[in-house]
């Protein structure tokens, strides 16, 4: 059995691509007969829209760093299972039109309780680094921020983003959100919540004053309990994100526009999510 694909329990990629496939096709059935949102009908189109979120989902279970060497491949070695796929950049234009999709399908797996603690947490989606990120870049959206000390943050001065999380006791990224590099953490943190969340919602200490269960500073006159239970839970976050960079090489690649980062950040979350939901991770 490859090794790549013993945590979905599958013994070939063909069983990966048939469990993957009949999934999104009918949570794209049960979402277009809601109303959720409307897929074009295009006269002789090639593929299915299952059929290539299919193909993107398993290239991030395996681990795939580049979409178009992997959809080479699926051209020319499982040809069978997709006999009529449409050209390169036709099916990398979708993916990017499918950012919300993605989104959508990640966040309707976990799901939010009252008996569930959760963390919040930032992680630095960098551009570029080191002496590179003060010189002049096309994305406007973009910002200089500096990196924490820990975990899988980045130290020091980096261009680009940052992706704050709210993550369950399972792993499951149950909210997200894209910002600048230099945005602060709890304004996000306000937004991400909604009112009376944040006492069931651990944070490190720069959390402090946005309603999450924030570790104490050690100069604070009147500081909360902090067992040390609660470091240990905090710390799943960090895991989390260091999944998504090894497995799933969330770290931004040369990418050229805020909503293809947002695309690729998307499709990385769907693809963790859906791997915990199987029980693959």
């Not at 496939?21 to 002789?44: C, M, Q, R």
């Not at 006791?169 to 991400?192: Q, Y």
């Not at 960090?238 to 799933?248: A, I, P, Q, Y």
Request: include cysteine.
């Amino acid at each position: 059995m490859p090794t790549k694909l013993l945590p979905l329990q599958q013994a070939s990629v063909e069983d990966l691509f048939l469990l993957a496939y009949v999934y999104i096709d009918d949570y794209l059935k049960a979402a277009v007969y809601s109303g959720l949102f409307t897929l074009p009908n295009e006269p002789h189109q090639k593929a299915t829209y299952a059929e290539l979120m299919t193909i993107a989902l398993v290239g991030e279970w395996l681990g795939e760093a580049s979409q178009e060497k992997w959809y080479q491949q699926v051209q020319t070695t499982y040809r069978p299972l997709f006999p009529r796929l449409p050209d390169r950049t036709r099916y990398l234009r979708i993916q990017l039109n499918f950012e919300t999709i993605y989104a959508d399908l990640a966040l309707r797996l976990p799901h939010i309780d009252d008996e569930t603690v959760y963390v919040i947490d930032s992680k630095p989606l960098v551009y570029c680094a080191g002496t590179r990120f003060a010189r002049p870049r096309a994305m406007s959206e973009a910002a200089s921020g500096r990196g924490g000390n820990g975990g899988y943050s980045v130290k020091g001065r980096f261009y680009g983003y940052k992706l704050h999380a709210i993550i369950d006791d399972h792993g499951m990224v149950v909210r997200f959100a894209i910002a600048a590099g230099n945005e602060s953490d709890p304004p996000l943190a306000r937004a991400l919540l909604e009112e009376g969340e944040g006492e069931l919602v651990l944070g490190d200490r720069g959390y402090q004053g946005c309603g999450v269960y924030a570790q104490p500073r050690s100069n604070m006159k009147n500081p909360r309990p902090w067992w040390g239970a609660m470091r240990w839970v905090r710390k799943t976050i960090e895991s989390v994100f260091s999944r998504l960079d090894r497995t799933f090489h969330l770290m931004l690649p040369q990418l050229n526009s805020f909503r293809s980062v947002r695309a690729h950040v998307c499709r990385k979350i769907a693809a963790h999510n859906l791997a915990l939901f199987f029980g693959g991770l």
